[in-house]
């Protein structure tokens, strides 16, 4: 497998998610969680930009879930991340 995949491989790949998991658009927002990685890689570490993913999305699914838990929970890691001294 090529460490280089097309940029649609990740719209297919969260399309298949959100189909297994009965999810909506609005469930997996990926500019989103994109710029949220690319937030705490640039104002933490690279290696902090998955977990911070995960625990946006815990906290989000602890809060209920939708659209709007999603939303807050990513600004708050994003600003932490933003704020981060180290």
């Known amino acids: 497998m090529s460490e280089h995949l097309p940029p ?3 719209d297919h790949w969260a399309g ?3 189909e297994h ?3 909506s ?3 997996v927002p990926i500019a989103l969680i994109l710029d949220l990685a690319k937030d705490v890689a ?3 570490a690279r290696p902090a930009a998955p977990f ?3 625990v946006a999305g815990l906290v989000a ?4 879930g939708s659209p709007d838990d999603i939303r807050s929970a990513v600004a708050d890691v ?3 991340a933003g704020d981060w001294q180290g």
């Not at 699914?61 to 209920?64: A, K, N």
């Open 78 to 80: 994003t600003k932490l």
């Open 8 to 10: 649609e491989t990740l």
């Open 21 to 23: 998991f009965d999810l």
């Open 16 to 18: 298949a998610l959100r």
């Open 25 to 27: 658009a609005d469930d």
């Open 52 to 54: 911070s993913a995960f």
């Open 61 to 64: 699914g602890r809060q209920g």
């Open 42 to 44: 640039n104002g933490v």
